[in-house]
């Protein structure tokens, strides 16, 4: 099987890999691209360890073939803050202490940031939706509930004062 050559846009940052065909996005992030922080659980698209934001949905990164992702953008968590500071929603989860191991965290990030950015004033139970397809074996889902929701309100009081 020949490689391919994929050019995408990865953390705001023009990307070109050469992959074979059937590689799945989840593997390049991390094998070809050195991008740790996507995480691999299931590797059958349960478990939301692997989540990336996929222009601006997200996905579970072991299911995306990597030829899908030609000329479009993807977020890792890697991509998440900007110039060395946290986003509100890391914040907001490191405030609330709402992780244990970090296994689960960057999927968990990276499905709220996929929601907020879409709906800064969502709802609990909208957030509670958002997050349902990201499994934890350590701590509760109210923790992280309550600190996404936090993050939003926090994020909704930024968007006021620049109005």
Do not use: W
Request: with cysteine; hydrophobic share 35%.
């Amino acid at each position: 099987m020949e490689k391919i050559t994929v050019r995408f846009t990865l953390n705001k940052e023009p990307v070109e890999v050469e992959v074979y065909p059937n590689e799945r996005l989840l593997d390049v992030l991390r094998d070809d691209l050195h991008l740790t922080g996507t995480k691999e659980g299931c590797a059958v698209g349960e478990c939301g360890a692997c989540t990336v934001i996929l222009d601006g949905k997200a996905v579970t990164s072991c299911l995306v073939p990597i030829g899908s992702v030609e000329g479009r953008k993807v977020v890792t968590i890697e991509g998440v803050g900007a110039n060395g500071h946290l986003d509100p929603i890391q914040n907001a989860i490191l405030k609330n202490h709402a992780l244990q191991c970090g296994f689960c965290t960057p999927g968990f990030i990276m499905s709220a940031k996929a929601l907020l950015d879409e709906n800064p004033d969502a709802t609990i139970q909208e957030i509670r939706r958002a997050i349902s397809g990201n499994l934890c074996r350590c701590t509760g889902y109210e923790q992280l509930t309550i600190a996404i929701y936090e993050a939003a309100q926090e994020l909704k009081k930024a968007d006021n004062t620049k109005i």
